[in-house]
């Protein structure tokens, strides 16, 4: 039930691309990432809904295919201020707990 | 306020003590959600109010884990007879509504560690 995120870690040079993948096997409502930097909290960056809706950052951007209940992050331009570790949730139809990935450790190097 | 704030923000306790974890939520706020966090993981959902109604507490992992909201804001998080699995950080959450797909809130935690 637990979603999968992919990769588990990237490291990057400052203004390099990078995608993350959350997949989960189960029929989802919606779709929410977020970003935690180490001993703070998580930060909400986008939530993703079935039928295309999106709410969130506008410096990100996502996708949600809803076919492979799949979602994807995208980081374009990256900053410094990226570094983290990236958390996908899943919201199912039937109540509203996240149900979260392992997360994606992102580094972004100067 | 502001934010989320969980109090105390780091407890130590000895196997067998009883904790109490505390949540503000964002004022106003309809729904909260208690998480735990091991070291390297995500969170995971343990329990969620709607104003004082505890509508799932599924994630709940014994009945040693005890939550309330009873006027429908501060929530404390109790755990009795804490054991050595129990160390983790307790994560609360706040959403406005009550409806899916609403955004979540985060305090910043309440890393407790059971000696």
């Known amino acids: 039930q637990q979603p999968v995120q992919s990769p588990q870690a990237v490291i990057l040079r400052e203004g390099e691309d990078a995608v993350i993948n959350c997949s989960s096997s189960?029929?989802?409502?919606?779709v929410h990432w977020y970003r935690q930097k180490h001993g703070e909290a998580p930060v909400f960056l986008m939530i993703?809904?079935?039928g295309g809706e999106q709410k969130g950052h506008e410096k990100i951007s996502a996708s949600f295919n809803e076919k492979k209940q799949q979602s994807s992050l995208y980081l374009t331009a990256s900053q410094l201020s990226y570094s983290g570790t990236y958390f996908c949730?899943?919201?199912?139809?039937?109540?509203?707990?996240?149900?979260w990935g392992l997360g994606t450790s992102l580094a972004v190097n100067p | 306020g502001a934010g989320v704030s969980q109090s105390p923000r780091y407890k130590v306790a000895k196997r067998g003590q009883d904790v109490a974890l505390r949540c503000d939520p964002i004022?106003?706020?309809?729904?909260l959600f208690w998480y735990q966090q091991a070291l390297g993981q995500g969170p995971e959902f343990l329990t969620y109010?709607?104003?004082?109604?505890?509508?799932?507490k599924s994630g709940l992992p014994s009945d040693r884990f005890f939550a309330e909201r009873p006027e429908g804001s501060v929530s404390t998080l109790k755990i009795q007879r804490t054991q050595q699995e129990d160390s983790a950080v307790y994560l609360c959450?706040?959403?406005?509504?009550?409806?899916?797909?609403?955004?979540?809130?985060f305090g910043p935690g309440t890393r407790l560690t059971v000696l």
């Open positions: 949730g899943t919201e199912r139809g039937n109540n509203r707990k996240l149900i």
């Open positions: 189960k029929a989802l409502y919606s």
């Open positions: 993703l809904l079935k």
């Open positions: 004022s106003g706020h309809v729904s």
């Open positions: 109010f709607q104003n004082e109604a505890q509508l799932d």
């Open positions: 959450a706040s959403s406005a509504q009550g409806v899916r797909a609403d955004t979540q809130y």
